[in-house]
Structures are given as C-alpha cells and as structure tokens.
C-alpha cells in the first residue's frame, strides 16, 4: 500500500534474488492503473525489456539527470493542482482530475552517486537532490520510489543518507557484509538484522522485509524469468499512461519477437 509506506529500498548481493523480486513487482503494477518510470544505469539491462509498460526511462547517468528533473517539474504542476483546489492530496481531488500515479524504479542507486571524474559531481549532486525532493515530498501527489542496489550506505557520498531515511519500505536479501544489513534494517527493525545476516547464499530470493512500525517478516520471492515479465508487459501496454512531461523519455518498444516457422513442412503418415 503505497499511500501507507510510499518509499521503499531493496539491498542485496549479486544473484541474492533483487532482480527476480523487482520482476515481480514490475509485473504486479503492470496490471494496475499506474505509470511506470525506469531508471537503469546500466545502459538498460534489466529494465529496457519493461518498455511496452514503461512511460519513461533512463538508462544513463545523463538520462537519468534529465528524467529526473522532468519529475521534478511534474511534482510541482500537481502540488499547483492540489493548491488551486484546497486538499493536500491527490486523493482529495475528483477522480476526473486526479493524475495517474506513478511508480519510480531505480535499479541500481549506487550508479547516480559514483563519479568517474570530478566534472560529473555537479550532476551527481542534482541527481541526489532531485531523488531526496521526490521522497520527502511526492508522496502526496502520487509518485513513489522504489529504489534497488547491492549497498546504500553513506560511503555512497553526500545525500545518501538523507535519501535512505526517507525510503521507509526495505527488503533485504542475501547481503556479502553485516554492515549492509544493518544499514538498511538497524534504524526500523534492529532486530531483523539478524535474521538477514543468516540467508544462506543458496536461497536466492529469500529475504526480511519490513517498515517504519518496526514490523518485519521473512519472504521468498516467487520465481519468475525475465520472459514471463515482459509478456506481462506487452499485455498490459494499453494500460501505460502518456504524460507530456515525461514524453522525451518514453522509450521505443521493440518489435514482438516472431514465432518460430518449422524449416520442413510436416507429412502426415499414411498406411
């Protein structure tokens, strides 16, 4: 329920099970009336499969900056419309004017924080500090992060702590190190750290979830291939909402694969 936790963040291990976990999700929101936005910093990997579903997305430290800021821009048009009509949220507006709610996926956080050299810090900083406005303030107007990445600690740099209080959602898989665990689970659940630090690296998809109430539980995500996720995708493509602010980073949706044509024609068999 993402008017009650409107944030969430997701560490884990390589092949601890956060891909499979966010195909669930991609796939569970496809089928809802929501807007989905990608943020894939690894030229598009995991995400550019989603595109029949996507409404927009990134998949470059450039993209991502401008993507980011065309949220931004959308925040506050809506933040306007709640204001010229006196509610302080999107819910309070008739259901003829109330814009589509989005869902903000990034997959690996740890790209928009690391620099290479020192020219690209200024657009780090404005990334980070576009992510930090969403999360403190977007809640209200319908737009939710759900942020995934191996670590999230503060050695990311300047704003990764801010943004990690404010994504009050976690799911911790597999981790390589205690300080991961802790990082994610320490400051909402300090007694989930545990169970966490015990998923053995055999169990892919296990881990602890748990919220700001300090509630928490064991999950396992269910299995689920990349191929499964993308034909949700191009069957519910007629749901993806166009927004025009969005509209320079809709992505190009490939072409449905062919079915396979036998090279030999069958022969029935006769007596």
Not at 76 to 95: I, K, Q, T
Not at 221 to 245: I, K
């Amino acid at each position: 329920d993402y008017q009650k936790v409107p944030h969430a963040l997701t560490v884990g291990a390589n092949q601890s099970g956060k891909s499979m976990y966010q195909r669930n999700l991609i796939s569970g929101l496809a089928k809802r009336p929501v807007g989905l936005v990608g943020i894939d910093c690894k030229r598009g990997v995991e995400q550019r499969g989603y595109a029949p579903r996507l409404s927009a997305l990134a998949i470059t430290p450039d993209e991502a900056d401008g993507l980011l800021e065309a949220l931004v821009g959308e925040m506050e048009e809506r933040f306007d419309l709640l204001s010229s009509h006196g509610v302080p949220d999107m819910w309070g507006l008739p259901a003829k004017l109330r814009p589509v709610p989005l869902v903000v996926l990034v997959d690996e956080v740890a790209e928009l924080f690391l620099v290479a050299v020192k020219k690209d810090e200024e657009r780090r900083d404005r990334m980070v500090m576009r992510m930090i406005r969403l999360a403190q303030m977007a809640r209200a107007v319908g737009i939710f992060l759900e942020v995934c990445g191996q670590r999230f600690g503060s050695d990311l740099g300047k704003g990764a702590t801010a943004l990690r209080a404010q994504l009050t959602g976690r799911v911790v898989h597999q981790v390589n190190d205690k300080q991961t665990a802790e990082m994610a689970l320490g400051d909402i659940a300090p007694e989930a750290v545990f169970a966490a630090t015990t998923i053995p690296p055999d169990r892919p998809g296990v881990a602890v979830a748990g919220d700001s109430s300090g509630g928490w539980s064991r999950i396992r995500t269910p299995a689920m291939t990349p191929a499964e996720a993308v034909a949700v995708c191009r069957e519910f493509a007629h749901l993806t909402p166009h927004l025009a602010a969005l509209a320079p980073f809709r992505p190009a949706v490939p072409a449905a694969p062919a079915p396979a044509v036998p090279l030999l024609k069958p022969r029935p068999v006769t007596e």
